[in-house]
């Protein structure tokens, strides 16, 4: 278990200036912890480089984006993106018998699970394939890459991939009820982590999310040589989760959200980094707070660790940018609802005896409970009303926030980082954005 280490001061402003390049390994979707970095890179004047993880039509074979597609995507991203699919992991790639691992999952059903054997022999030959598709098209990307770097320019390459839940239709009820389900329709997540599902599920993530960061830093040893035997710095940053400290009775604790079944993945990606430091490479991940994305609507009640950063705002300086980021909020709740009243609700869920027995980080990541899932489910039902747009939220003006924050101190940090793992909480990311 990597030492728990959070980021304590803010480090100093990143020298990177408009000769470097910046490198974004991961496709730039929606609004996301992606667009912080990505933001940074845009205000230094860094040139820009970006990947695709490609397409597929219904599931089809892997392609490459169309000329309007890259259009859209290099307007998006703001750079050149070398268009080489880099899709990740294997749940669409077919064993010898023609089925991919996301064919063997239809006819799972949430109470048939723990008892449904999957052919692991032929998942891991598609595994194997995957595997082979994604290291020869990385290869390729490096080559293009290489192409884009000039001479001794310091270069900041951002890894961005994660998840890896295969694309199952027949997945997606099972998930709803290990994340979201209560009474009758809750689903223990170490029972479906310990099926054949969940052991799939685990090589998709491992694939997907730690992984990836290894065979990236692998493949660039070429031009991450020529680099800095011209006296220039490289640097890999990614993002984990492993759990984060927030206020909770007036002091910053460590806390997490459960179950987070992408947590093994997160402490491989973790190991990933420490292995590449141990070589003499600077690759750090950055374990971020809660937030909402995209990807994170499945994790209904991960937003509530994300409220007490109100709280962290005032404690570490307050002033404009606080009362702005305040006032925002408060201009989302119901009418006659407050922020106070809003933080009262979060104190009181987030120290409740019920989630002591979850306050463990040795033992992390943890599994649900009947409990624990009813009264995580209803909180976050109960503060979700609090809003007076159920599409216009509270936890969505502080994910920005967060966001923003966190990109900020990932990019200054990478100039000159201090460690393989570091923790962004919320004191120090308030503390980024009230300075």
Request: net charge negative; glycine share 10%; aromatic share 8%.
């Amino acid at each position: 278990m990597t030492p728990y280490n959070p980021l304590n001061q803010l480090p100093g402003a990143a020298g990177y200036t408009g000769n470097d390049v910046f490198v974004l390994f991961g496709e730039l979707f929606g609004r996301g912890y992606a667009n912080g970095i990505v933001d940074e890179a845009r205000k230094a004047g860094m040139t820009i480089i970006g990947a695709t993880v490609g397409r597929r039509d219904n599931n089809g074979p892997l392609r490459p984006l169309t000329a309007e597609e890259l259009a859209e995507a290099e307007t998006n991203l703001g750079g050149k993106i070398i268009n080489i699919p880099l899709e990740a992991g294997f749940d669409l790639e077919p064993a010898a018998d023609g089925l991919t691992p996301a064919d063997r999952l239809k006819g799972v059903k949430p109470d048939t699970v723990a008892e449904t054997k999957l052919d692991m022999a032929a998942i891991e030959e598609s595994r194997q394939k995957g595997l082979a598709r994604f290291r020869e098209n990385l290869a390729a990307f490096v080559r293009e890459l290489e192409k884009l770097v000039p001479t001794g320019r310091n270069l900041l390459v951002a890894h961005t991939m994660a998840g890896g839940i295969p694309r199952a239709r027949t997945l997606m009820p099972l998930l709803n009820r290990v994340f979201k389900g209560q009474g009758d329709r809750y689903l223990s997540s170490e029972l479906f982590w310990n099926s054949d599902t969940g052991r799939l599920c685990s090589l998709s993530f491992d694939e997907v999310t730690a992984d990836t960061f290894g065979a990236l830093i692998a493949a660039t040893a070429p031009l991450r040589d020529r680099l800095e035997g011209e006296g220039a710095r490289v640097s890999y940053s990614a993002y984990g989760y492993h759990g984060c400290g927030v206020l909770i009775g007036g002091e910053y604790r460590w806390q997490s959200y459960t179950p987070y079944l992408q947590g093994w993945a997160k402490i491989r990606l973790e190991d990933v980094a420490a292995k590449a430091w141990q070589e003499g490479v600077k690759a750090t991940v950055y374990n971020c707070p809660e937030i909402q994305t995209n990807s994170s609507a499945l994790f209904l009640g991960v937003e509530l660790s994300l409220f007490p950063f109100l709280s962290a705002l005032e404690r570490e300086g307050d002033g404009p940018v606080a009362q702005e980021i305040r006032k925002a909020c408060q201009a989302l709740l119901k009418e006659g609802e407050t922020l106070d009243g809003l933080l009262a609700k979060t104190e009181a869920y987030l120290a409740s005896p019920i989630l002591k027995p979850f306050d463990r980080y040795e033992e992390w990541p943890h599994h649900n409970t009947p409990e624990q899932a009813d009264f995580m489910l209803a909180t976050s039902d109960e503060m979700m009303a609090m809003n007076a747009d159920p599409k216009n939220i509270v936890c969505a003006e502080l994910s920005r926030a967060v966001f923003h924050g966190v990109g900020r101190l990932m990019f200054d940090h990478s100039w000159a980082p201090g460690a393989p793992v570091v923790w962004l909480n919320h004191d120090v990311i308030a503390r980024r954005l009230v300075a």
